[in-house]
């Protein structure tokens, strides 16, 4: 099993950059698939981005690509998500997730999940 928390929320205005960070506590971090998802007010949980794990290879949805940056850093049991050029729109509840291997798009794929951090993106 896997414990995750994150951190890195707050509140930041349009146009501006926020570094979230996940770490993770338990056996074999590296075998584990990391994704970030988020979740706005009224809405459904969303996919962002997910990476394998060796970091070499991740998937974005379209919304943030070009935006965020996933990266993980083994030895540290830390996955991290650069945000920059914020928008209003992403505001949400950050989630990060890991499964054993794979990756997917689905929450329904990820058994374990962190408690959120919240993002605000002012106008």
């Known amino acids: 099993q896997v414990q995750l928390v994150e951190s890195g929320g707050g509140l930041v205005q349009a146009g501006g950059s926020l570094r979230l960070s996940c770490a993770a506590s338990g056996r074999s971090f590296s075998s584990y698939s990391m994704g970030w998802f988020r979740q706005a007010p009224g809405k459904e949980r969303e996919f962002v981005v997910v990476?394998?794990?060796?970091?070499?290879?991740?998937l974005y949805a379209d919304s943030v690509k070009g935006r965020f940056t996933i990266s993980r850093d083994n030895a540290k049991n830390t996955v991290y998500l650069q945000m920059s050029s914020l928008k209003p729109e992403d505001t949400a509840v950050y989630y990060c997730a890991a499964r054993l291997r794979g990756y997917y798009r689905s929450t329904n794929e990820y058994p374990y999940w962190g408690q959120g951090t919240e993002v605000t993106v002012s106008s």
């Open positions: 990476i394998s794990t060796s970091g070499g290879s991740t």
